[in-house]
Each structure stands twice: as C-alpha cells, then as structure tokens.
C-alpha cells in the first residue's frame, strides 16, 4: 500500500512539471524577437531560448577553461565536454 501511494504522488508531481514546461517553452517562443520586430532564427534564437528556459551549464560546460582562465571555445570546446562526459 505504501508503495502504491508513493507511486501515484511520483506520478502526479511528475506530469505537474512536465505540464509547466511546454508552457515556459512557448513563452520563451513568443518573445524571441529582434529589436526590429522580426523572429529570431539559428543561434540568435538558441542562445535567447537558452537564456530564456534558464538551461543551466552542465558541469562539464563549467569547467571547460583554458590554462589562462578563459572560457574554451568551438572544437577544443566540444573536445574536452565528450572527454568529460566520457570519465
């Protein structure tokens, strides 16, 4: 009995957050507009949904710093995030 109620708050929780998500999502979509008026579209519009949703950088993302402390970039970027990931 005890698992089945545990079971069904999980289950409840669970769908209340997924509910709100699509919610923020096309808020964020909504207001992805330049200063001209015009949708945003590529990276434009990525880095704004990001920054939007407040998709938070991965732990990975946050310790990619060269030696003299600056942030990495493109491919030693991608490198060093799969190597991360990997171990």
Do not use: H, N, W
């Amino acid at each position: 009995m005890k698992y089945l109620l545990s079971t069904a708050v999980l289950l409840v929780a669970s769908q209340l957050a997924f509910a709100q998500a699509p919610a923020a999502a096309s808020d964020c979509e909504a207001r992805a507009v330049s200063k001209a008026g015009k949708p945003l579209t590529g990276a434009a519009k990525t880095a704004f949904m990001k920054k939007c949703t407040g998709a938070a950088p991965t732990a990975c993302e946050a310790k990619a710093v060269s030696k003299e402390g600056k942030p990495l970039t493109g491919a030693a970027k991608t490198a060093f995030i799969k190597k991360c990931e990997k171990g």
